[in-house]
C-alpha cells in the first residue's frame, strides 16, 4: 500500500508543475501577441521556464520511487 500511496502524492503534486507550465506559455503567447519583434527573446525565456517546471516534476517522481515508507 505504500507505494501506491507514494504514487498518489505523487499525482497530486504534479499539478503544481502542470499550472506553472500552462501559466509560462500563456504569458508566452500573449508576450508575442502584444510585440511580435520580442518573439526570440521571449521564446528562449519560456523554454528555460518550461525547463525548470518540469525539473520540479522529474525530481517529484524521482523522490516518490525513493522514498518508500
Not at 498518489?8 to 502584444?34: C, D, E, K, S
Not at 510585440?35 to 525548470?52: K, V
Request: proline share 3%; glycine share 18%; no cysteine.
Amino acid at each position: 500500500m505504500g507505494g501506491s500511496l507514494n504514487m498518489v502524492g505523487y499525482g497530486l503534486a504534479a499539478i503544481g508543475p502542470g499550472i506553472g507550465i500552462g501559466l509560462i506559455f500563456a504569458a508566452y503567447i500573449n508576450g508575442v501577441a502584444r510585440q511580435p519583434e520580442a518573439q526570440g527573446r521571449l521564446q528562449s525565456i519560456a523554454i528555460l521556464g518550461f525547463a525548470l517546471a518540469e525539473a520540479l516534476a522529474i525530481i517529484g517522481i524521482a523522490l516518490a520511487f525513493v522514498i518508500q515508507a
